[in-house]
């Protein structure tokens, strides 16, 4: 029997979040979602595996889904 690597993949997927940060005309960010999970007690023992990938909804929406790979 030989050691290697788990093949599976798991990812969270978080959906109707606002594309600009409320009151501020600035966009949400990676290094923002990245942020909000660090400081959230709940992903205390999450890591992850890359980056946050933000994708708006259509490009006239207001909203994005969010997929984090951990």
Known sequence: MSLRLSQSKSYLKILSIPYFIKDTNLF???DIVKSAI???????DIVLAL???????SPKSNMVVIWIDI
């Open 28 to 30: 949400i960010s990676s």
């Open 38 to 44: 660090k400081s959230n007690y709940i992903f205390n």
């Open 51 to 57: 980056h946050p990938h933000i994708i708006k909804a």
